[in-house]
Structures are given as C-alpha cells and as structure tokens.
C-alpha cells in the first residue's frame, strides 16, 4: 500500500490526481505525509475531527470533575448522542424514535442522518464527514 502510494505521488507531479481511501491511511508511520497533501487525500470520516474546540466550557468542565486532563473521544460521542436524543425526546415525545429519518440533526462532533432501509430493520445512520488534507491541514469539505 505505502509503495502504490509513494508511486502516485511520484505520478501527481505530472497529473493531477487526487486518492481517496479510508481515515487509516493517514496513520501509517511510514508513509511521507507529504505524499497524502499531494495528492488531496481525502477521506470519509463518522466524527467531525476538526471541531473538538467548540466543546472547550463541557471540557473545563469534565476536567475541573474528573480531576483528570482531556476526555476521550467517548466522551464527545456520549454527549453527543445523549443531547441528540434527550433533545428529541423533549420536544417530540417517545414517539419521536419512529421518525428519525425525518430529524437530520449536526452536533459538533456528530452528523444525525438516518435512512431505513426497510420496514423490517431499524434505522441507519449515515450521517459522515469528508475530510481532505490541503496545505498540510486537515480540512472539513462541504460533501455531506
């Protein structure tokens, strides 16, 4: 994999291209970064990776609690989840979870978008982000 990626990069100074793969890409130790800004690597993603910032007071917060440094990233998908659906149950009632598909909902950290596939199964989130290495930073693209 790091070779194929190493020989498109080597490739993209004369074309332009641009890979797309998964998040685990970038976290191969031997593979030049460089390579993935080159070549616009873009991935989808289940979390927002770039808005952990907004959270600072609900960080301070569990910090000050906790008596411990940053929380993990649970702690964000717990919140996220909870205010998700205790925000539906508030203001539609219990019923509310029959309809999810209709209540597409962006936390800071997670994208609510739900599909039924069938009356027989219950409900697929796929709400994800797209990210893209440009400039040597990762960036959220607008692709929903």
Not at 22 to 51: C, G, K, R
Not at 59 to 76: A, C, G, K, M, V
Not at 113 to 137: E, H, L, M, S
């Amino acid at each position: 994999m790091v070779d194929f990626i190493t020989q498109l990069a080597v490739f993209s100074d004369k074309k332009d291209v641009v890979l797309f793969g998964w998040q685990s890409i970038s976290e191969m130790e031997v593979l030049d970064q460089a390579y993935l800004n080159n070549l616009s690597f873009t991935f989808p993603h289940q979390y927002n990776l770039t808005n952990v910032i907004s959270y600072t007071p609900l960080i301070d917060s569990y910090r000050l609690q906790q008596e411990t440094s940053s929380p993990s990233e649970y702690f964000f998908i717990g919140f996220d989840i909870s205010f998700y659906y205790l925000k539906n149950l508030r203001e539609l009632g219990p019923d509310f979870i029959h309809t999810l598909n209709t209540l597409p909902f962006e936390t800071n950290y997670m994208r609510f978008k739900y599909a039924r596939p069938d009356n027989i199964t219950g409900y697929d989130n796929r709400g994800v982000y797209i990210f893209r290495y440009q400039d040597y930073k990762l960036v959220k693209t607008g692709w929903k």
